[in-house]
């Protein structure tokens, strides 16, 4: 085995043990989407009228993504927890290798995702979400939402690392909620202002809520959408990429000179 992937394995166990012995932030990360689908599908459904598709199977997807998404801020805090409380320096005096500690925390926050969008999903279908594009398209789907949650937890990273700060790092966090109101994750992007829709269709959640919509045999593409939109599977591959291009070589540098 190489070393990279022994010592990645050893911080992936870290990581989850970690996990574990903090239930509340867990707790909170699994019921939040949930009371989420359960309030705007309830309180904003009947006052949202979606072409072609009840709004609870329109939501279902874009609050899977928009929850992917929030990888951006567990990943920020968790690393800059580390550096804060200097444990990314007693790493750092180790002979691990120095992309195995963020690559860890990335995949542990992996499996804990696919393991919470099974209740999610559970609750989705109680409240008449269906999947009508078949199982091997379901489970595309649910492969490229986790790729996605892959790639924003090394965004993440990056930036906890950056702050080195529990604090700021939670503040800057926070601000990762309105990402999704700037999609198509909770509402249609057609009815927006022209320029408002371009920035909307032009971020990753968009496509990657549109690639789920379509897989899960939900909603059709909208009529005259941005590239990303237009063809979103394709569309969600290439933010993923792109993101993961620029974001993972950053966040092993900035992990091996210690967060500085």
Do not use: K
Request: net charge positive.
């Amino acid at each position: 085995m190489s070393t990279l992937a022994y010592d990645g394995t050893a911080m992936l166990g870290r990581q989850l043990r970690r996990m574990r012995n903090n239930p509340g932030l867990l707790i909170l990360t699994q019921t939040m989407p949930v009371s989420m689908l359960l309030f705007f599908g309830y309180v904003f459904g009947s006052a949202l009228a979606v072409p072609g598709a009840e709004y609870r199977s329109f939501l279902v997807p874009g609050l899977l993504v928009a929850t992917a998404a929030g990888g951006v801020m567990t990943g920020m805090f968790q690393s800059a927890q580390d550096v804060h409380r200097g444990v990314t320096d007693r790493f750092r005096t180790l002979p691990v290798s120095r992309a195995a500690v963020p690559a860890g925390q990335a995949v542990a926050d992996v499996l804990v995702t696919a393991a919470g969008t099974v209740p999610f999903l559970l609750v989705g279908l109680a409240v008449g979400w269906r999947v009508e594009g078949g199982a091997a398209a379901a489970a595309g789907a649910l492969a490229l939402l986790l790729l996605f949650r892959f790639a924003c937890v090394w965004i993440g990273v990056f930036l906890g690392l950056l702050t080195r700060n529990e604090e700021a790092a939670g503040q800057l966090g926070g601000a990762t909620f309105l990402l999704p109101l700037l999609s198509s994750a909770y509402i249609p992007t057609e009815g927006l202002p022209g320029w408002l829709r371009t920035v909307a269709e032009w971020n990753p959640i968009s496509a990657v809520a549109t690639a789920l919509r379509e897989l899960f045999g939900n909603a059709s593409v909208p009529e005259g959408a941005a590239w990303p939109v237009a063809h979103p599977v394709a569309g969600s591959l290439a933010w993923c990429a792109v993101l993961l291009a620029v974001f993972v070589p950053l966040a092993v540098r900035r992990y091996a000179h210690g967060g500085r």
